[in-house]
């Protein structure tokens, strides 16, 4: 699986949007981005995956360039319910018999008042 | 509501006391996971399981087992916990070929003294 580069902490005003970017320049034509957030302690949510096209849920926005390289998840209007440590994935959809998730280290996300 | 749960959520124990932390999802899926979380380490699978009465070892299997004899539930069991074990611990279900989208439980923080 590719490896991913995220920055390692980042702030939002409340009601604001936050972009937190990741780059998966190894990323590979087979590989899908998958985005999951970790609320302190609390179990990693799924929030969206993409494999080439822009995709949107009613969690966030997933922009992926063109080269594929990095892509940026967008919370259009972010909450205080909305800090926590965001994880960029890359992984093939069809991994085998392992859904296995590697997780790196995120980024925190805080959203201020 | 879809849900995997976990018990206990918090626990502590002495080394060497065999001890099941118990997960179970009502969403029919065939994979779930056992991930364990630690400070600097970030989230690292011990055992998955495709389905009824098959099982194998993620990345640190060691000290651990498990068994899926139901679809339901996927039992973790420290057959003798040392403290290399304290930790926190997550089980996540996906159904087969939606891998992407996996359900966490809430988590279970052990602690072997």
């Known amino acids: 699986d590719a490896k991913t580069t995220q920055p390692t902490s980042m702030d939002c005003a409340e009601g604001r949007a936050a972009n937190l970017p990741c780059n998966h320049s190894t990323i590979s034509g087979n590989e899908y981005v998958y985005w999951y957030r970790q609320i302190h302690s609390q179990g990693p949510q799924y929030i969206i995956h993409?494999?080439?096209n822009n995709e949107t849920n009613e969690m966030a926005s997933l922009i992926i360039t063109e080269d594929r390289k990095s892509s940026t998840l967008i919370l259009p209007h972010a909450t205080l319910r909305d800090t926590a440590v965001y994880y960029c994935?890359?992984?093939?959809?069809?991994?085998?018999?392992?859904?296995?998730?590697?997780f790196g280290k995120g980024t925190l996300l805080t959203v201020n008042p | 509501e879809a849900q995997v749960t976990q018990n206990p959520r918090y626990l502590i124990t002495v080394t060497g006391k065999k001890l099941t932390v118990t997960c179970s999802q009502n969403m029919n899926h065939e994979y779930m996971s056992w991930y364990r979380q630690d400070p600097g380490l970030g989230l690292r699978q011990i055992y998955y399981?495709?389905?009824?009465?098959?099982?194998d070892k993620g990345d640190v299997p060691e000290g651990y087992k498990v068994s899926r004899k139901e679809k339901r539930n996927f039992p973790l069991i420290l057959e003798s916990p040392s403290p290399n074990q304290t930790s926190l611990y997550f089980c996540?279900?996906?159904?087969?070929?939606?891998?992407?989208?996996?359900?966490f439980g809430p988590g279970t923080r052990l602690l072997v003294l």
């Open positions: 994935i890359v992984r093939v959809a069809s991994g085998g018999s392992n859904y296995k998730l590697t």
């Open positions: 996540a279900s996906s159904a087969w070929g939606v891998q992407e989208t996996q359900y």
């Open positions: 993409g494999l080439k």
């Open positions: 399981s495709m389905n009824v009465e098959v099982t």
